[in-house]
């Protein structure tokens, strides 16, 4: 069956529009995601009054970096939810952290990255787990990064508001610690603790592009982002999160991603949790 659009979309157009995807996010779009990429930029063209793909595409290789950032924003995929793969954040809470506060108590200092945070559910998750798990929290210095190209959910995610059936996957105890409830106007909402978003820095990052930060992280939770790049994309990444990682830090991916023949940097502490491998570096550069 012939499917009937509203604006003609070509092959050529998919080409270019893919392309541009790539160069500016380094997510690889297959064949399959032809009909995602049709859908949600012909709402870009009604919004923008434009009357086929052809405008559209030559409006973004003119360089408009408003619409560039609103092309980036409606293609980039944002599923989440709070606790998401909950083993990932039992894992921090029962070694991770306890390994962090032994090896770091010099410096009194933890650093985590939630790379990909989408709407916040995650970083919060994160923020949440911390406080759990450290129960003498003064003195500490720690802070969480959450990035993510798309400004749109950025937004979202600062703001520390949720609709209150997003939160059905967290514990009663959690939700009565950590979550506000709205009043009058603001019923079926819900605000996160101040005390979690005080732990939290959110800032606009694209990861195939150069990274700003300056110090290093002893972990990064970067789940189900790196299936959308290509094979040499991936190894590049995790080269670059490596590099940035502790020694011993801790990388946290995806249930369905993996580092198999893409780094050898890491060993594999199971369930999609890996650990920078020191004594493989050293190897490697006597090696050299």
């Not at 069956?1 to 690889?28: S, W």
């Amino acid at each position: 069956m012939r499917l009937v659009r509203d604006y003609e979309f070509t092959d050529r157009h998919f080409e270019a529009l893919r392309g541009l995807v790539g160069e500016h996010t380094g997510i690889a779009m297959s064949e399959a995601k032809r009909e995602l990429i049709y859908s949600r930029l012909a709402r870009r063209l009604r919004q923008l009054g434009l009357h086929s793909f052809d405008e559209y595409c030559h409006l973004l290789k003119q360089g408009d970096e408003a619409e560039l950032s609103n092309f980036v924003n409606a293609v980039t995929t944002n599923l989440t939810a709070f606790f998401r793969e909950s083993h990932h954040f039992d894992y921090l809470r029962d070694t991770v952290l306890p390994a962090l506060l032994k090896r770091n108590h010099p410096s009194r200092r933890i650093r985590i990255w939630s790379a990909g945070c989408s709407t916040g559910e995650e970083p919060y998750s994160i923020a949440m787990t911390v406080r759990e798990g450290i129960p003498r929290f003064d003195g500490w210095d720690i802070k969480i990064l959450a990035s993510d190209i798309d400004s749109n959910v950025l937004a979202q995610a600062r703001s520390g508001v949720y609709p209150e059936d997003r939160l059905r996957g967290v514990p009663q105890e959690q939700f009565r610690r950590w979550f506000r409830k709205g009043k009058g106007e603001n019923t079926g909402l819900i605000r996160i603790a101040p005390e979690l978003q005080a732990l939290i820095t959110f800032a606009q990052l694209n990861l195939m592009q150069p990274w700003p930060m300056r110090g290093t992280f002893d972990v990064i939770f970067c789940r189900n982002v790196v299936i959308y790049f290509d094979k040499p994309t991936q190894r590049t990444l995790f080269e670059r999160f490596s590099n940035i990682l502790n020694p011993e830090g801790y990388l946290v991916i995806g249930h369905s991603e993996s580092l198999f023949n893409l780094s050898d940097r890491f060993q594999s502490l199971g369930k999609t949790i890996y650990q920078r491998c020191v004594y493989a570096e050293g190897v490697r550069r006597r090696a050299g």
